[in-house]
């Protein structure tokens, strides 16, 4: 089933919240370049095939360069987190849509992963703990 897209944001609604009239789910295109707001699947990402197509495209290339060894995510997180880190041991939360471009790297999968405060879920990036909380386009973390 095809939902309807290319909706502009509707303030009454929040980011995966379920919607009786549509009887989908309030959702975002997580394509960079389109960002449109549609009603969809709970896990449904893309907005459309194309959209999905494009962004895996995008990843792998982003992939390519990686393994290349052009960019280094974990340094390219690490400098973006310094920059807006509220210093030690202080709690941030950001949103990733917020920061498309910054944050494009916290779609890499890194393996490292530790207990912060007895609470799982979270990464050693660098100095940085992180935890991406799932379906919430949110990310907080802690300097060291
Ligand atoms: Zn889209």
Known sequence: MEYQSNMEENSNLKLGQWDVEEN???????????????????????CSGKCKIKANNELAAQRLNEIKGNIDPIDQINRFLSKISKGKDERSTIYLSDYPVETQYFNVPIKSTVNYKDSPGWMLIGKFYVKKIPNHDRVDFVEM
């Open 24 to 46: 989908a789910h309030y959702l975002q295109c997580q394509n960079d370049a389109c960002k449109k707001y549609f009603f969809g699947r709970k896990n449904k990402k893309y």
